[in-house]
């Protein structure tokens, strides 16, 4: 009986074990509801816009089939889904289960603000971090060995520009905004001051 409880209790050990963080504790730090709010509306005004560009282009295409008003309902219909797709994922962000934007953990962090964030960041690659201001913005900008590297690395176009963008700007590409974050400027800095090399 003994010998039995005494394993029972060795299962529920490696149990907790394995379901607990072997390296600490991760910060998750989520959108805020403004930031939200603005990627809704702007999604739905690019979506009246293209919708009627791709109206006035289909009409005109109708009595003038010229390859311009082709282009023009091509591009406005094709605006116009990419426009509401935007528009669907800001709203299930606000909406539904929110899903962070910021993840900080013992290897590094995770900026997974739609479109702009650099995503995966090794602390080995940070320098530093320090206040800064972009395009009138108050903004964390994180310091990298090689920022040629964080921009190649981007997974699409637009985050690509919004890198280069930042580094022309700032300094680096890797620049966190407070105001997209439900956090304070001063919460973000405590999350990821400990993991980064004061010089």
Known sequence: M?????ADHATASTST?????ATGDVVEL????GHVTSLAIVSLVLAVVCGAAAVIGFDTAQTDPSPTALVVAGAGAVGTLMALGAGLIAVRRMLVARWPVLIVDDEGFTDWLPNLGVERVEWAEVTGIR???????AVIAV???DPDAVI????TPVRRVAAATNLRLVGTPVVLKPSSIDASAEQIRAALAPHVAQG
């Not at 003994?2 to 005494?6: H, I, M, Q, R, V």
């Not at 989520?30 to 509801?33: C, R, T, V």
């Not at 190649?152 to 997974?155: A, E, F, L, N």
């Open 152 to 155: 190649s690395r981007q997974r």
């Open 2 to 6: 003994s010998d039995a409880t005494a």
């Open 30 to 33: 989520y959108p805020s509801h």
């Open 131 to 137: 206040d800064a201001n972009l395009t009138g913005r």
């Open 143 to 145: 310091d990298v060995v």
């Open 17 to 21: 074990a394995s379901a607990s963080p």
